[in-house]
């Protein structure tokens, strides 16, 4: 199937588009070139291949990708280390192909201040595995997930990488806490 990809250049800040979310009170940079799917599955759910490729369900084509964005509220009796028991959670059923502490450069308020890459692997039928790369974020007590999806195999495997670790990275809180409305 024929499919837009990202190209090289357009990982520059400049050509990225800023999505806030008033509900969770945050905001995160993705790439122009990709679409925001209309989906309530999470807050920001975006796709780098075109509409018409699109259907009900999680279906992605060989060389496409999707990246969702995740707010996981503290509520969730995660426990005191609540960063890796979300971690635990999520990965349980998964083959860990690479996970890694994100170092952090200068500590800014409401960013990341811990953010954790987990590179994993999932059969989900006959031929190509399907490969999620999440991003797990902390910011003072809220955790947030950057999780990129796509097909093993897939030569844009790197690329689609450092897209979602800079969406990462560019992921704000806003003032307001979740609650203080």
Same mark, same amino acid.
């Given at each position: 199937m024929a499919c837009t990809l990202l190209p090289a250049s357009a990982t520059a800040q400049s050509e990225w588009k800023v999505f806030t979310s008033d509900r969770y009170h945050f905001s995160v940079r993705y790439p122009a070139s990709w679409r925001v799917v209309d989906n309530s599955t999470a807050p920001l759910y975006i796709a780098?291949? #075109? *509409? =018409?490729?699109? %259907?009900?369900? $999680? %279906? /992605? #084509?060989? =060389?496409? *990708? /999707? /990246?969702l964005v995740f707010v996981r509220l &503290?509520?969730?009796s995660l426990g005191p280390n609540s960063l890796e028991t979300l971690i635990k959670r999520e990965t349980k059923f998964w083959k860990i192909l690479r996970r890694r502490e994100i170092k952090r450069s200068n500590e800014k308020p409401r960013v990341c201040y811990r953010l954790v890459e987990v590179v994993k692997k =999932? &059969? $989900?039928g006959p031929g190509t595995p399907r490969i999620n790369t999440s991003y797990y974020c902390s910011v003072h007590g809220r955790l947030f997930v950057i999780s990129l999806a796509n097909w093993g195999g897939n030569s844009a495997q790197e690329q689609l990488q450092t897209i979602a670790l800079k969406m990462a990275l560019s992921l704000r809180t806003l003032e307001s806490p979740i609650g203080d409305q």
């Open positions: 780098n291949f #075109p *509409a =018409s490729q699109h %259907v009900e369900g $999680v %279906v /992605i #084509p060989g =060389s496409g *990708a /999707i /990246i &503290t509520g969730l =999932s &059969t $989900v």
